[in-house]
């Protein structure tokens, strides 16, 4: 079982900001789109509300998965066409859905298995989650942050030695959890609702 050691909080509050704070880098972490236009185009107009300098993917963009329903409004060129205009501010790590025929309709990286992100305080293992997750972890040092899509299940799941955190899915979300993604802003993760625009968790180093 995960050690229950977390600062988290849920809820709908909304952070409060210092008067003359410094700006602040801030990341949008979605997953699984599987080809909904119509959740594509929420997740972006989320992510240009939110400020967020870069946006990262964490696999499963166009294609639905023989083991899924079709999502609303399942359109993968349209999805293309909304996700390009963005290549410079995407990051994305590849899914168990991807294939190299997305590589060449997209015109950012999709094909690497993991990405590796360090801060001051941070260290962020990026990766799809259908071959790294909690039960089969990739070589970390302790304290790493483990951050999976894939189960379309949000967590935030505190072991001995990691993180674990997953925004759930934006387009076919699982076990009753919201259409979802997160935001990283310095070192306070928070999950959003898509649909309703509001917080219900959040978590600080």
Request: with cysteine; net charge negative; proline share 8%.
């Amino acid at each position: 079982m995960p050690a229950n050691k977390g600062k988290e909080t849920t809820g709908t509050a909304e952070a409060e900001k210092s008067p003359g704070a410094e700006e602040r880098t801030k990341l949008m972490i979605a997953s699984d789109i599987h080809g909904s236009a119509y959740y594509c185009r929420r997740m972006l107009e989320a992510f240009r509300a939110s400020g967020a300098e870069r946006l990262l993917l964490l696999g499963d963009i166009l294609y639905h998965g023989p083991r899924n329903d079709l999502p609303r409004d399942y359109a993968p060129k349209d999805v293309i066409g909304m996700l390009n205009p963005y290549a410079d501010r995407i990051l994305c790590v590849r899914g168990n859905c991807e294939a190299e025929v997305d590589q060449m309709v997209l015109d950012f990286p999709v094909l690497a298995d993991y990405a590796l992100f360090m801060t001051e305080r941070l260290t962020i293992y990026a990766t799809h989650g259908h071959i790294w997750n909690p039960e089969h972890r990739p070589p970390m040092i302790p304290g790493t942050i483990l951050l999976n899509g894939h189960t379309h299940v949000p967590r935030c799941e505190e072991y001995p030695d990691f993180l674990y955190m997953n925004p759930g899915s934006v387009s076919i979300p699982k076990e009753d959890s919201p259409h979802s993604y997160m935001l990283l802003e310095e070192e306070t993760f928070t999950w959003i609702d898509l649909e309703t625009g509001k917080e219900y968790r959040k978590y600080q180093i």
